[in-house]
């Protein structure tokens, strides 16, 4: 768990401050709960960026503020979210970020002219069966600049006590509360996920980003070096 430590984060969470208390609750355990920090960091700090499956745009919200240079873009099957989203960057003030939300069906990844600078997806694929994350998956890389980068933060199947306390909470969100929207609980180890990112062609590295955190955070980082 930790805090939001950045002018950056302090800003994208000072956001939610007049919301609703679920929204405000939402919005703050995530933070705590989620490396968003350490993943920013890998992300570019300037060109185009999707985040497929951004919920209520935190992290898409803080790759923003982080730095102007990024022209940032967070979609997601909930429209809900997006709606919160939207509202949530109202409070930004003119030129302080590049950003947009969008509700999009599932798989409907937007294209660009030159392809994306980078991709990013933060805890959405554990929500998709195999064959659906596989094909979403390979529809990004398509989507993909040469030299674009995708970004995978899960959560790892290891060790399997943080995997345990992680999955417990997922199935807790998505099949007794309903706060998440997704067709599959199934959560792919980061060994999975490297070995499609190579299969669609990918440079690919793993870091693991768990430390001081309940949950096994990971991300699994593919560079399109050849289109
Ligand atoms: C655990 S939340 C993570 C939200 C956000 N990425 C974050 O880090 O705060 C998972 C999100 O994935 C979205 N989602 C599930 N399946 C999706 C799909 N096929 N395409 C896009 N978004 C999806 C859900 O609606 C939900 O907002």
Redesign the pocket.
Known sequence: MKPPRSEAAKRTLGLWRDFPRSARLHTNI?WWT?PFEALEVEVPRSGNIL??????G??TTFLAVSSVERRVVG????AE?IALAKQSVLGLRDGEANLSFDHRA??DVPLIDGGWDAIVF???LY??PLEARTA?LAECVDALSTNGVLVVKEVDTAPKFKAQIAQFQEFLATKVLRI???DALDFPSAAELEGLLVSDGLETRVARLDKGYFHPHCVVVGRKTQT
């Open positions: 995530r989620a985040e497929v499956g951004c919920g209520h935190v992290f979609i997601d099957i909930d979210k599932s798989g933060a805890d959405v929500l998709l979403l998440t929207d997704g």
